[in-house]
């Protein structure tokens, strides 16, 4: 049974920090790997999909990573913004439209 | 092109009812899942439907069930509402690629609180 885990659980940054929120799988046996974006009680917003075969996928500020041998995934914020406050998604398509969620890493981005 | 949409965005419910909510995909998408949302657990798959079939289901009891219509619009059904089931429900679409560029968009969810 694929777990995901995702490391810090919240993290509180000044403005201008580069910052790196952590995502691991269990199984490595992946379509791909999505991390999504959620502000309170809204829906999910995708940001950057990486299929299995990839290893890194950039959109704007935001870069993520995977290594799906050890079974990790990051995702780097450069420059961050208090608009980038709000809790970041992992998720792990292990076969077709299933994805299993991390708990996700709560980000606070200070003025 | 219109996102996902989903209705109602707000719902309350007594002990015991039962509750459908509704879901449109993405023009062009025929893959729509569910998952429920809570502080505790977390985001967890519910079903998949596609091709009006039902191809995934994660770990919930039969209280909670679906469809899809041939216009690719699924409806989800929570029959005798336990306070447990108070939650963030979301939708998702995709084009149900066999490819890892298969990928997920999500709706604004439907709140569902049961009293």
């Known amino acids: 049974k694929q777990e995901v885990t995702q490391i810090p659980a919240a993290l509180s940054v000044p403005e201008g920090e580069n910052l790196v929120l952590n995502c691991s799988f269990t199984?490595?046996?992946?379509?791909?790997l999505q991390w999504f974006r959620q502000d309170p009680g809204k829906g999910l917003t995708s940001l950057l999909l990486?299929?299995?075969?990839?290893r890194e996928q950039t959109s704007g500020r935001l870069n993520a990573s995977l290594d799906k041998s050890s079974g990790r995934s990051t995702l780097y914020i450069a420059a961050s913004q208090p608009g980038d406050s709000a809790t970041y998604l992992c998720a792990v398509n292990s076969g077709y439209s299933t994805l299993t969620f991390g708990k996700g890493t709560m980000l606070l981005v200070s003025p | 092109k219109a996102g996902v949409t989903q209705t109602p965005r707000y719902l309350i419910k007594t002990r015991g009812q039962q509750v459908t909510l509704s879901c449109s995909p993405i023009?062009?998408?025929?893959?729509v899942s569910w998952y429920q949302q809570t502080p505790g657990q977390g985001l967890q798959f519910l079903f998949e439907?596609?091709?009006?079939?039902?191809?995934n289901k994660g770990n919930f009891p039969g209280r909670f069930s679906g469809r899809q219509f041939s216009n690719s619009r699924s409806e989800m059904n929570v029959s005798t509402l336990e306070l447990g089931d108070s939650a963030l429900y979301l939708c998702a679409s995709s084009q149900r690629r066999t490819s890892g560029s298969n990928e997920q968009f999500f709706g604004p969810g439907t709140r569902l609180t049961v009293l």
């Open positions: 023009s062009g998408h025929r893959s």
């Open positions: 439907y596609f091709s009006e079939t039902q191809r």
């Open positions: 990486i299929q299995s075969s990839q």
């Open positions: 199984d490595s046996a992946i379509y791909n």
